[in-house]
């Protein structure tokens, strides 16, 4: 089974910003909050989409299925079937490695939350936390993006 | 927004056996039963599978989303990712128009259901329902799929 492994942090400060090379604008919504089969819908700056299945995190790993669709089904089903509130996100991605590194910074319902994260290959020592990187919140469900949606950051 | 438009049956006779033109098996499991946003994998004739997202019905009527996906991954969330027990049925292929007419015969947990069904075009008046048809059914929300998973025939 596809599966994705990664380990998300807090932001302790915002020395990554140094390390940024492109940030893209994440709008989801889900069809499903189940820990076990979350189902999102993911738009990428207004053009590009992706349905995406996950299954049950185990550590640091989860399944993962990720299918293309029409941006404007995508825009549909956000503005339609989606549970609300839909997450917002600017995607900042880093000049970092091993691993690819990426901070969150969410807006709306869940404004002054940043998440880092890193994504790297399932099996693989975990690459080392950068300085700037807080608290290890990967076995943290609160920080899911589906339990985001149903408990906001703002409502904590 | 895409729309599918169908009129669902019970099945009072057997006469619908003289229409048949072909069947496939269906095996069907569900990421969401959530009415508003469904959420259903599908394998059809264990080679070609769809992923299908509907939003709520409205009379006959209801948003539909449809991808086709690899088989593979199908049977891979088939078997662990999807709510149990999973539906199985036959779908026989009727030779009547106006409409596309199948017949599905449910087994397993839902052994002794047949369900026909009639799509035609959103706007279009419903097709008469032949002879053998019995109740209509469409607004009986018992009789989605996604409510059979959660509470199969053979319970009722």
């Not at 889900?30 to 089969?37: C, E, G, I, K, V």
């Not at 640091?60 to 609300?84: K, T």
């Not at 076995?139 to 408990?151: A, K, P, V």
Request: with cysteine.
């Amino acid at each position: 089974m596809p599966v994705e492994t990664e380990r998300k942090y807090l932001v302790a400060s915002m020395d990554w910003r140094a390390e940024v090379t492109r940030s893209s604008r994440l709008r989801q919504g889900y069809l499903s909050t189940d820990l076990d089969r979350i189902v999102r819908v993911r738009l990428v700056d207004d053009e590009t989409a992706f349905l995406t299945i996950k299954g049950r995190r185990r550590g640091d790993s989860r399944p993962e299925f990720e299918y293309q669709i029409p941006a404007e089904d995508a825009v549909q089903m956000l503005d339609h079937l989606c549970q609300r509130p839909l997450i917002e996100k600017e995607r900042y991605f880093l000049d970092r490695s091993p691993g690819v590194w990426t901070v969150d910074v969410f807006s709306g319902d869940n404004d002054g939350l940043l998440l880092a994260e890193v994504e790297f290959d399932t099996g693989a020592t975990p690459p080392t936390p950068p300085g700037w990187a807080g608290t290890d919140v990967t076995e943290d469900d609160r920080y899911t993006n589906s339990s985001l949606q149903e408990s906001p950051f703002r409502s904590w």
